[in-house]
């Protein structure tokens, strides 16, 4: 007997979403658990831009663990918390658009970082500094925990844990297409690209002048350079992704009171749950891009596997217990 079209399709969004969330969340944490190690070494560490991207690698891992893992747990093991208890539903909201909206500016700093600190006016690359990026991190978490507080204020749990539908979910889809999409997405475009003309007009200077000082210059705008080119490649993909993500959210949410089929309902929960994979899939990316678009970035992953490489040989070596030779 064939089953129906809306049978298979619930069944077909079922499998989409676990098999998803159990390959992305393993792969997208263990991704930033390598761009915090990579952006801490010795190479990258003193670099605010390299920080700004540690911080968002610190961000897409709570939301891995934290939104996938409670996800996963609700859909697939019976977990029902989140469309019983209010707070809980209310709370994981909040986090969930707060850490979001704060991890994206973090990659739009980073890219505003590239270009003061590629800048021709001195005063502008003074902005790129460590104990800056520190300040200024601080301050974008304020302002995106403030930003965020509609959230907590206006989710509740019913059919899951959703806007509450009217007003609330039209202004809710336009914060997620303009804050968290859009606007940051364009801003980080063309400050990379900005960057790249900074760059240019640096080497000409550069061109007709072979000084120990200049050589140290081109060295370092060629690590400023594959800095710009893993941010403009990060986001080239996220905006790609974005709008995917927030066209199944803002269809989901602005359509949530219009009376439908109950092929159309199966429908519409496919469409949020793609937008889940994508969501998901934004914050598992960042360490395989990295290492697709940058040289400088395979490099010191490369020089910390073989340090740990050999940091085991070491210590394989020091506990090593030789064979007793027996002498007949």
Same mark, same amino acid.
């Given at each position: 007997?064939?089953?129906?079209?809306?049978?298979?399709?619930?069944?077909?969004?079922?499998?989409?979403?676990?098999?998803?969330?159990?390959?992305?969340?393993?792969?997208?944490?263990?991704?930033?658990?390598?761009?915090?190690?990579?952006?801490?070494?010795?190479?990258?560490?003193?670099?605010?831009?390299?920080?700004?991207?540690?911080?968002?690698?610190?961000?897409?891992?709570?939301?891995? #663990?934290?939104? *996938?893992?409670?996800?996963?747990?609700?859909?697939?093991?019976?977990?029902?918390?989140?469309?019983?208890?209010?707070?809980?539903?209310?709370?994981?909201?909040?986090?969930?658009?707060?850490?979001?909206?704060?991890? &994206?500016?973090?990659?739009?700093?980073? @890219?505003?970082?590239?270009?003061?600190?590629?800048?021709?006016?001195?005063?502008?690359?003074?902005?790129?500094?460590?104990?800056?990026?520190?300040?200024? &991190?601080?301050?974008?978490?304020?302002?995106?925990?403030?930003?965020?507080?509609?959230?907590?204020?206006?989710?509740?749990?019913?059919? *899951? #844990?959703?806007?509450?539908?009217?007003?609330?979910?039209?202004?809710?889809?336009?914060?997620?297409?303009? #804050?968290?999409?859009?606007?940051?997405?364009?801003?980080?475009?063309?400050?990379? /690209?900005?960057?790249?003309?900074?760059?240019?007009?640096?080497? /000409?200077?550069?061109?007709?002048?072979?000084?120990?000082?200049? /050589?140290?210059?081109?060295?370092?705008?060629?690590?400023?350079?594959?800095?710009?080119?893993?941010?403009?490649?990060?986001?080239?993909?996220?905006?790609?992704?974005?709008?995917?993500?927030?066209? #199944?959210?803002?269809?989901?949410?602005?359509?949530?009171?219009?009376?439908?089929?109950?092929?159309?309902?199966?429908?519409?929960?496919?469409?949020?749950?793609?937008?889940? &994979?994508?969501?998901?899939?934004?914050?598992?990316?960042?360490?395989?891009?990295?290492?697709? @678009?940058?040289?400088?970035?395979?490099? &010191?992953?490369?020089?910390?596997?073989?340090?740990?490489?050999?940091?085991?040989?070491?210590?394989?070596?020091?506990?090593?217990?030789?064979?007793?030779?027996?002498?007949?």
């Amino acid at each position: 007997m064939n089953s129906s079209p809306k049978v298979n399709l619930a069944l077909a969004t079922n499998w989409m979403s676990t098999i998803s969330l159990f390959i992305l969340i393993p792969v997208g944490s263990f991704g930033c658990l390598f761009n915090i190690i990579i952006f801490t070494s010795k190479q990258l560490k003193k670099n605010p831009c390299a920080f700004y991207f540690l911080c968002t690698s610190l961000l897409e891992l709570c939301i891995l #663990c934290f939104g *996938g893992i409670s996800r996963l747990a609700t859909e697939h093991f019976g977990n029902t918390l989140i469309s019983q208890n209010r707070m809980y539903c209310k709370i994981r909201s909040y986090l969930m658009t707060a850490i979001g909206t704060i991890a &994206v500016y973090f990659v739009l700093l980073a @890219a505003i970082d590239r270009c003061m600190a590629t800048s021709i006016h001195v005063r502008y690359r003074a902005f790129s500094q460590i104990k800056i990026a520190h300040r200024i &991190v601080i301050v974008t978490i304020i302002i995106g925990i403030v930003i965020s507080i509609h959230s907590f204020i206006f989710f509740e749990p019913q059919l *899951g #844990c959703i806007p509450q539908p009217g007003v609330y979910a039209l202004f809710y889809s336009i914060y997620l297409i303009v #804050c968290t999409s859009i606007l940051p997405d364009s801003l980080i475009l063309i400050f990379s /690209l900005l960057t790249f003309q900074n760059i240019r007009r640096a080497r /000409l200077r550069n061109a007709a002048n072979q000084t120990i000082n200049a /050589l140290h210059q081109q060295r370092m705008q060629k690590t400023e350079s594959q800095l710009v080119k893993m941010m403009l490649t990060l986001a080239l993909f996220s905006i790609l992704i974005d709008l995917t993500k927030v066209s #199944c959210y803002t269809y989901y949410f602005m359509t949530t009171n219009i009376p439908k089929s109950s092929y159309q309902q199966t429908v519409d929960v496919f469409i949020f749950q793609f937008g889940n &994979v994508f969501l998901y899939l934004n914050y598992s990316k960042s360490f395989y891009i990295y290492t697709l @678009a940058s040289n400088l970035f395979r490099k &010191v992953f490369s020089e910390i596997i073989q340090n740990f490489y050999h940091k085991l040989l070491r210590l394989f070596s020091k506990n090593n217990i030789h064979p007793i030779t027996i002498i007949q």
